[in-house]
């Protein structure tokens, strides 16, 4: 049986994300390009970073940000989270929609800024959480409702670019 993308790369159902690579793409990267409706009601995007806890999305934001009145007009959101500049062979990506809800009050959410703080700022969190903490600062936690779209090409023989082919990773792959 041919490998996924041996002969061409029209046919990739066989080249989503597993849960483990899933889990290791939200553990390494930590940007991601977040997607909302503008005030027009069109489609708008901003680069920013966040953190991956109990499979909920958490980013900082600043009350007035284009990203923020999004929210507040409409909070369905989609976010995508890409392998590009992580040290992962390969392209990964992962596309999900959900429901974004801001949180004004951040004092009870300490554990939160505590995670960013180590993901985003690992050699000094405690500096990073001074600056979650100023004024007007807000936490955006966004739980996912699907999955739109995920791609994994080192599930694809050489690579999804047509190289030679590479050795199975998994027993999955080998199926």
């Given at each position: 049986m041919d490998r996924h993308g041996a002969k061409d790369i029209e046919r990739l159902s066989g080249a989503r994300l597993?849960?483990?690579?899933?889990?290791?793409?939200?553990?390494?990267?930590?940007?991601?390009?977040?997607?909302?409706?503008?005030?027009?009601?069109?489609?708008?995007?901003?680069?920013?970073?966040?953190?991956?806890?109990?499979?909920?999305?958490?980013?900082?934001?600043?009350?007035?940000?284009?990203?923020?009145?999004?929210v507040e007009r409409d909070p369905r959101v989609s976010i995508v989270v890409s392998g590009t500049g992580t040290g992962s062979q390969g392209r990964q990506m992962l596309s999900i929609t959900g429901t974004a809800e801001i949180h004004r009050d951040i004092s009870g959410l300490g554990d939160r800024l505590d995670l960013l703080a180590a993901r985003l700022a690992p050699d000094h969190p405690e500096r990073f959480i001074a600056l979650l903490t100023s004024p007007g600062r807000l936490l955006i936690e966004v739980t996912p409702t699907s999955t739109v779209a995920s791609h994994d090409s080192r599930r694809l023989a050489g690579d999804g670019r047509g190289g030679p082919a590479r050795v199975a990773q998994n027993e999955e792959d080998r199926s």
């Amino acid at each position: 049986m041919d490998r996924h993308g041996a002969k061409d790369i029209e046919r990739l159902s066989g080249a989503r994300l597993t849960s483990e690579a899933k889990a290791a793409l939200l553990a390494e990267q930590t940007e991601c390009t977040f997607c909302f409706l503008d005030e027009d009601g069109g489609p708008a995007a901003v680069v920013l970073s966040f953190a991956v806890d109990d499979d909920r999305f958490w980013i900082t934001s600043v009350q007035g940000r284009v990203q923020v009145r999004g929210v507040e007009r409409d909070p369905r959101v989609s976010i995508v989270v890409s392998g590009t500049g992580t040290g992962s062979q390969g392209r990964q990506m992962l596309s999900i929609t959900g429901t974004a809800e801001i949180h004004r009050d951040i004092s009870g959410l300490g554990d939160r800024l505590d995670l960013l703080a180590a993901r985003l700022a690992p050699d000094h969190p405690e500096r990073f959480i001074a600056l979650l903490t100023s004024p007007g600062r807000l936490l955006i936690e966004v739980t996912p409702t699907s999955t739109v779209a995920s791609h994994d090409s080192r599930r694809l023989a050489g690579d999804g670019r047509g190289g030679p082919a590479r050795v199975a990773q998994n027993e999955e792959d080998r199926s």
